[in-house]
């Protein structure tokens, strides 16, 4: 018989047996993350005898810690930067907009024991800004990675006229641009192109889907993307959204706070894409948004 233990979530105790399953966010870095906090207090309310668990893991380890994974008492996992291209490989079963974003974030265990992928980001993205008018309006994204694309379709959906990606990295500027092939209003440009400065005074909505001001961050000299005097001609009436959470507010929504900016953090996105996940790994179970929400408060 396996020990019990006794673990402590948010003042209370909670038994974890042998049969307690586990959630897990699989990435590098992963020891910022706060998805532990809000997974565990919407398990506690559901009554759910799972924990969610951040791993983290090295790049050439992804494919046997998957696959080692599938054979313990795990349910689903989070998959973050810098996987979500990368799993493509080691699933079965890719829903339709994971397939078109060619991006993951969350796996679960099927009936044959693989893993099936889909991609909650866009609902995480959309959701605190879903509200607002978009119609004919300009954006900017920064970075060209797996959270890029969730933005690039987020902003689809909301009917910007105009979505430009901006990057240091030539190649996955490129294909992400060439992996919306119907979208004429969208370009990629690298970022020393001196059109940007133009393009950012005229902005309506930024998006910064790049790791620069994460708590992690190694390079503590340069906190803002791509450098601060990008940002010179960065309009007041602009709203800049990060995806960074923590910290909240990051360097580069303190800096565009203080041109007269409407700010918003990642705190929402990541509630609501993980309130999502929640669900597909429970079938459809209807997910406490306030109850993660509140967690994540009371941490914060």
Known sequence: MVPEQITIFFGKLKMITSKTSFLALIGNPVNHSLSPIIQNAALEYL???????????????????????KKINCKGLNITIPFKQK???LCSDISPIAQKL??????????NNEWSATNTDVDGFVYPIQSLNFTKKQ????????AARSVVQ??????????TV??????????????????KNIEGLLDHDKGILNLIEKADLIVNTTPVGMKTTANQDNLLPFGQNLWDSLNSQTIVYDLIYNPA????????EKKGCMTLDGTQMLIAQGAKSL???TDGLEVPFEIMHDALKKHL
């Open 47 to 69: 009554g759910l005898d799972m924990i969610y668990l951040a791993i983290p893991c090295e790049e050439e380890n992804l494919s046997s810690v998957l696959n080692s994974l």
């Open 87 to 89: 799993v493509f490989r």
């Open 102 to 111: 060619k991006a993951i974030n969350t796996l679960k265990l099927n009936s």
């Open 139 to 146: 954006s900017i994204v920064l970075g060209s990675g797996g």
């Open 154 to 163: 987020g902003l689809i959906d909301l009917k910007f006229s105009k979505i």
């Open 166 to 183: 901006i990057s240091r990295n030539k190649k996955s500027l490129s294909q992400l641009v060439d992996d919306f092939p119907s979208q």
């Open 249 to 256: 507010p990051t360097p580069f929504l303190e800096f565009c």
């Open 279 to 281: 669900t597909y790994w």
